[in-house]
Each structure stands twice: as structure tokens, then as C-alpha cells.
């Protein structure tokens, strides 16, 4: 039996030695230079197959190192792969700016036994170029840049230490992860994958289908679809433009959170840890669950009403409280004691209007 076993085994690992394929790899390399930089100038790079690196010098010139790869069943095969891949360089100058061109293009086929692998290293002058950058099947990373940088990243990643100033230009990863440290005016936009983002001034984050984390942000702008998590540190102002199928937590709500006839279908989270600087809440959204945590010392104007759903406050003291005809469908009037001398107008504002869902509001700890 034992005997029978073993030769079962061999035959099985032999099959699978047959089933195994080695494929020969041939490659080439090539190089780009441009020279005599200068401020407003452009740089357009689409690849495919492979990652693109950007990184910076103190050089007033542009080098591109860019590494083909093939591999087949066979070194013809390879080389034959190796020929279809097209590298095209153009300059067109213009009498203010000059744009540089490159694009690398396979026309052919992919599979178990034909692969291609382009990868480009540029080097580029710091602050100087406004770029734009489309890759598929492959990542883009660059460290630090303070003028325009525009991506179009499909399967794939985008990683980026630091960008400045884009607001213009939209930063897209579609079926890849998206990782920026640190940005001012970016506009950022994930698809079928993953949004992680530290400190930010002035954001506009679309996520369809993805998920995500914001640090501290001054000012965001959202549009959310089908967001299974998003998870924001710290925040100043927050509009949201779209926000259905998603869940949305905010750890820390400076000063306003806008949200006005959007939302469906959602999760919705809020904390304010002070009421020192905090303005308001405006939301209207419909199925979706809604909680805010608010500090002990709230002095707030309320108008909370949940159609087909509840409102229920805990833990805060309230000087009027009136009900409408459905029982715990809706609160108006002020929360927290007021204050010797001063109008509960001159505090936040919070107006929630909810259908088909509850509204709570308690304490936050």
C-alpha cells in the first residue's frame, strides 16, 4: 500500500514539474535627457505594465531610466514581445513652456506565457515642471512636490510624501491603494480600493467602493459611494456632496459639519470633544443611522426630526423640549444651561432631519 502511495505521489509531482512552464527573459534599457528646465514647463508620462518613480535633483534637466522586460516559453518569443513594446518621446515648444512627452506602449498580449514589465525612474528638477502621469498595471511614487501633479493610476498604487497645490488636479487610483503624508489643496479621488491620508489643508475626497482614513484636516470636501469605512482623525469644516451606502466616522469636529439634502443608506458618526469653536451641524439624510457625541458643556439651538424613525437625547440637560404628534420623532429647543448674559443664538446650531432612521445624541466621554 505504502509502495502504491509513493508512486502516486510521484506521479503527481511529476505532472505538476510537466504543468510548470519556464519562461526565458530578455531585456533592454533606455534613457531619456532633457535639459534647460525651466518654471511652467510640462512633463506627460503614460506607461503600462510597470511602476514610475519620480524623484528629485538639483539638476536644471529631466532623466529618464526606463527598464524593459519580456518573458515567453522561448528567447524568440521574448524578443518578439520585447520589439512590440513602443517608447515614444515628444518636445513641443510653444512660446511661453515646452512639454515633454513620453509614452510606452506593448500591443500586445498577456498571459501565463507572455509577460512585459516597463519601469521608469525620472529624475526631475524640484518645482519647476507641472506633471501629469497615467499608469496602468503598475504604481506611481514620488517623495515631495509643491507644483501641480496630476495621476491616473489603474491597478496600481500611488504613494506620495508631501504635494502642494492641486487643487486643479486630481490625484485617481482605481483597483489600487492611495497614501499621501502630508498635502495642501489636493483633490483625491479611489475607486475599488483604499484612501490612507494624514494632514491635510483643503481636501476634496471622492471614494467609490473603497475605504479609507483621514489625520487632521482643516477643510474637506466629501463624496462618498458605497464606502464600507471612512474613518477621519480631526476635522475643521466638513461639506459633503454625496455620501449614500457608506459608513463615516469623525473622531474630532472643530467647527462645522455641512451635509445638506444628501445621504442614503449610511452610517453616520460625529464627535464634538469642545464646544469652544464649534458652530454647527447641518444634515439631511434618509435611512441612515445618526449619532453625535457632544461635549458636556453644549450650549446648542436643536431642531431634530427623524420621519419614520426616533430622536433620543441622553445625558444633556435642555431649558425646552416639545414633541410633535408622533411620540420621540422630534426635538426643538435648546440644549445645555444658558449662560448668564448671552443668547443661545450665539452658539451652534445643530438641524438634523433623518427619514426612516433614528437620530441620537448623547455625551461623549
Known amino acids: 500500500m505504502k509502495r502504491v502511495f509513493l508512486m502516486l505521489v510521484c506521479t503527481f509531482f511529476a505532472i505538476g514539474c510537466v504543468q510548470a512552464t519556464v519562461l526565458s527573459e530578455v531585456s533592454k534599457d533606455i534613457t531619456h535627457f532633457f535639459g534647460d528646465i ?9 506607461n503600462r505594465y510597470g511602476n514610475v518613480e519620480f524623484r528629485i535633483h538639483n539638476k536644471n534637466e529631466i532623466k529618464a531610466y526606463i527598464n524593459v522586460k519580456a518573458a515567453a516559453t522561448s528567447k524568440s ?10 517608447v515614444k518621446v515628444d518636445i513641443n515648444k510653444s512660446w511661453n513652456s515646452t512639454t515633454y512627452s513620453m509614452k510606452n506602449t506593448y500591443y500586445g498580449s498577456t498571459d501565463d506565457n ?3 514589465e516597463i519601469n521608469i525612474v525620472v529624475y526631475i528638477p524640484k518645482d519647476l515642471l507641472a506633471i501629469k502621469v497615467k499608469n496602468e498595471f503598475g504604481s506611481v511614487a514620488i517623495e515631495e512636490y509643491t507644483l501641480p501633479f496630476e495621476a491616473d493610476v489603474k491597478f496600481g498604487d500611488f504613494t506620495a510624501a508631501r504635494l502642494m497645490h492641486n487643487e486643479q488636479m486630481l490625484i485617481s487610483v482605481e483597483y489600487g491603494k492611495l497614501q499621501i503624508d502630508e498635502a495642501v489643496d489636493i483633490s483625491a479621488g479611489v475607486r475599488f480600493g483604499e484612501a490612507r491620508i494624514g494632514r491635510v489643508e483643503n481636501l476634496f475626497l471622492n471614494l467609490q467602493y473603497s475605504e479609507g482614513s483621514v489625520g487632521d484636516v482643516s477643510n474637506l470636501g ?7 469605512d471612512l474613518k477621519i482623525k480631526s476635522v475643521g469644516k466638513v461639506n459633503v456632496y454625496g455620501h449614500s451606502f ?9 467647527n462645522r459639519f455641512d451635509c445638506i439634502g444628501v445621504g442614503s443608506h449610511s452610517n453616520v458618526k460625529v464627535v464634538v470633544p469642545s464646544s469652544k469653536k464649534f458652530e454647527g451641524i447641518k444634515m439631511n439624510f434618509a435611512y441612515t ?9 453644549i450650549v446648542a439651538q436643536c431642531n431634530l426630526s427623524s420621519n419614520m424613525g426616533k430622536v433620543s437625547i441622553n445625558n444633556l440637560s435642555g431649558d425646552n423640549y416639545e414633541n410633535n404628534s408622533f411620540e420621540g420623532k422630534r426635538y426643538v429647543g435648546n440644549l445645555g444651561k444658558k449662560r448668564k448674559n448671552v443668547d443661545y443664538d450665539q452658539f451652534a446650531n445643530i438641524n438634523i432631519t433623518n427619514s426612516f432612521a433614528n437620530i441620537k445624541v448623547d455625551v461623549s466621554d
Open 246 to 254: 457608506s459608513t463615516l466616522s469623525i473622531a474630532s469636529l472643530k
Open 289 to 297: 443611522p445618526i449619532t453625535i457625541l457632544l461635549p458636556k458643556d
Open 114 to 116: 507572455r509577460k512585459v
Open 77 to 86: 518569443t521574448a524578443m518578439n514581445v520585447l520589439n512590440q513594446v513602443d
Open 38 to 46: 525651466k518654471l511652467g514647463d510640462r512633463l506627460a508620462i503614460t
Open 222 to 228: 466629501l463624496d462618498l459611494k458605497h464606502v464600507s
